[in-house]
């Protein structure tokens, strides 16, 4: 028996009271039970406005932020992680964030079993783990077939941003998205960190180390689509 290979680790970590007590409290209420069926996001957030995609959302500063500066916006944040999900819950109650939701699971597998097709008006990844080691590269998130899966669930014209210090890995993410026919590039190939994206504390340590932070964002082609669009959805 084969297993589908992970682009992350669940590591114990630890968590503090505050986060403990924010999941214990909050997850209920603005987080978002994984499952098999595809879910509306206008029911989800009961209204009709852009819907962003955050895979990665870590500790939530950066996602509270930016759903804060956009509240004509609704964000759906993805993360695995237990610590930065009480992090986040306790932003959204600090912050009284009514356009921010969370799932606790695997993103291949949301993307793949929840998400409605053309249902995304934009995709934020921002530092994915880079898997450093090359036998390790195999674990990377950013993949042809996770890109080709993720553009069937964007609407004509929508983004996906992507932002690492890993310049490897920036060089094979531009690969990778430049490959995809549905996608094009919206610079001649790195972006200008627009001003929607704060810099964040982690972001601040590696460019005081030497690191340049790379941005990459790629809009859906207007009109582009594949049979697989519609049909055969997994």
Same mark, same amino acid.
């Given at each position: 028996?084969?297993?589908?290979?992970?682009?992350?680790?669940?590591?114990?970590?630890?968590?503090?009271?505050?986060?403990?007590?924010?999941? *214990?409290?909050?997850?209920?209420?603005?987080?978002?039970?994984?499952?098999?069926?595809?879910?509306?996001?206008?029911?989800?957030?009961?209204?009709?406005?852009?819907?962003?995609?955050?895979?990665?959302?870590?500790?939530?500063? #950066?996602?509270?932020?930016?759903?804060?500066?956009?509240?004509?916006?609704?964000?759906?944040?993805?993360? &695995?992680?237990? =610590?930065?999900?009480?992090?986040?819950?306790?932003?959204?109650? #600090?912050?009284?964030?009514?356009?921010?939701?969370?799932?606790?699971?695997?993103? &291949?597998?949301? @993307?793949?079993?929840? %998400?409605?097709?053309?249902? %995304?008006?934009?995709?934020?990844?921002? $530092? =994915?783990?880079?898997?450093?080691?090359?036998?390790?590269?195999?674990?990377?998130?950013?993949?042809?077939?996770?890109?080709?899966?993720?553009? #069937?669930?964007?609407?004509?014209?929508?983004?996906?941003?992507?932002?690492? /210090?890993? *310049?490897?890995?920036?060089?094979?993410?531009?690969?990778?998205?430049?490959? *995809?026919?549905? %996608?094009?590039?919206?610079?001649? /190939?790195?972006?200008?960190?627009?001003?929607?994206? =704060? &810099? #964040?504390? $982690?972001?601040?340590?590696? @460019?005081?180390?030497?690191?340049?932070?790379?941005?990459?964002? $790629?809009?859906?082609?207007?009109?582009?689509?594949?049979?697989?669009?519609?049909?055969?959805?997994?």
């Amino acid at each position: 028996m084969t297993h589908a290979i992970r682009s992350f680790v669940l590591r114990q970590g630890r968590i503090s009271n505050a986060q403990r007590s924010a999941c *214990e409290r909050l997850k209920s209420r603005y987080g978002i039970p994984f499952c098999t069926e595809r879910i509306s996001l206008e029911s989800v957030f009961g209204r009709k406005a852009p819907k962003i995609l955050e895979i990665g959302s870590g500790m939530g500063e #950066t996602t509270a932020t930016i759903a804060q500066m956009h509240p004509e916006s609704d964000y759906l944040a993805i993360e &695995v992680h237990t =610590p930065g999900i009480g992090s986040l819950l306790n932003q959204i109650e #600090t912050r009284q964030l009514a356009n921010l939701r969370i799932i606790q699971h695997d993103a &291949v597998e949301i @993307i793949r079993h929840m %998400l409605l097709p053309g249902s %995304l008006d934009g995709v934020h990844i921002f $530092f =994915p783990d880079p898997w450093p080691k090359a036998r390790h590269h195999k674990r990377r998130l950013i993949q042809p077939a996770f890109i080709s899966q993720l553009c #069937t669930h964007l609407k004509p014209g929508a983004y996906i941003h992507i932002a690492t /210090d890993w *310049e490897e890995y920036a060089q094979q993410i531009l690969a990778v998205l430049s490959a *995809e026919p549905l %996608l094009s590039n919206t610079s001649p /190939d790195y972006a200008e960190r627009p001003d929607y994206r =704060p &810099v #964040t504390k $982690f972001e601040q340590r590696g @460019i005081k180390l030497g690191h340049i932070v790379r941005d990459l964002i $790629f809009c859906r082609n207007a009109n582009s689509a594949r049979s697989s669009d519609t049909e055969n959805q997994p």
